[in-house]
């Protein structure tokens, strides 16, 4: 039995959306929310909404790659926003919304900047690509009452394509 796990980390505008949809992805094992890619430790939803931490809304995606690999990770995240939005997804305006995706090898990076580059050259979107691309750092898991929320609430109350 194969019990190698990897990690990704995204982020995609509000991480309520983005959760429910890489959970329905088989190979998926677990799934987290929090805050990522800022300079306070430990913050709190209010203070990532402040704008004033550098944090982004996240998903850390816990997975089997013998099940899903990390491109077809990467797929999911490229098709289920903008990632041409600058700062804000749908009605969701704010850094802590912008289009991130944080790697956590050089294989992801490599990943990453190559279907990037090709999404760009495809033309699909009109606008250049806003989607930053960074070595992971610390992640924060959000409060407890943000984990699988629109599973526990029902819904869909956040932009996602």
């Given at each position: 039995?194969?019990?190698?796990r990897?990690?990704?980390?995204?982020?995609?505008?509000?991480?309520?959306g983005?959760?429910?949809?890489?959970?329905?992805?088989?190979?998926?094992?677990?799934t987290?929310?929090?805050?990522?890619?800022?300079?306070?430790?430990?913050?709190?939803?209010?203070?990532?909404?402040?704008?004033?931490?550098?944090?982004?809304?996240?998903?850390?995606?816990?997975?089997?790659?013998?099940?899903?690999?990390?491109?077809?990770?990467?797929?999911?995240?490229?098709?289920?926003?903008?990632?041409?939005?600058?700062?804000?997804?749908?009605?969701?305006?704010?850094?802590?919304?912008r289009?991130?995706?944080?790697?956590?090898?050089?294989?992801?990076?490599?990943a990453?900047?190559?279907?990037?580059?090709?999404?760009?050259?495809?033309?699909?979107?009109p606008?250049?690509?806003?989607?930053?691309?960074?070595?992971?750092?610390p992640?924060?898991?959000?409060?407890?009452?943000?984990?699988?929320y629109?599973?526990?609430?029902g819904?869909?109350?956040?932009?996602?394509?």
């Amino acid at each position: 039995m194969n019990d190698r796990r990897e990690t990704a980390i995204f982020g995609a505008g509000c991480f309520w959306g983005v959760e429910q949809a890489f959970r329905r992805i088989e190979g998926v094992i677990d799934t987290t929310v929090g805050y990522a890619g800022g300079h306070t430790a430990n913050p709190s939803y209010r203070e990532v909404c402040s704008g004033r931490t550098g944090h982004a809304e996240v998903v850390r995606v816990v997975f089997d790659p013998a099940r899903v690999s990390y491109r077809e990770l990467l797929e999911a995240f490229w098709s289920l926003h903008d990632p041409t939005q600058v700062n804000r997804q749908g009605p969701d305006v704010g850094s802590q919304y912008r289009s991130l995706i944080l790697v956590g090898s050089p294989e992801q990076e490599a990943a990453a900047r190559e279907t990037r580059a090709a999404l760009e050259s495809s033309r699909q979107f009109p606008e250049r690509i806003a989607t930053e691309i960074e070595e992971a750092g610390p992640f924060w898991a959000a409060e407890d009452y943000h984990q699988r929320y629109l599973e526990k609430h029902g819904g869909a109350s956040c932009h996602t394509r």
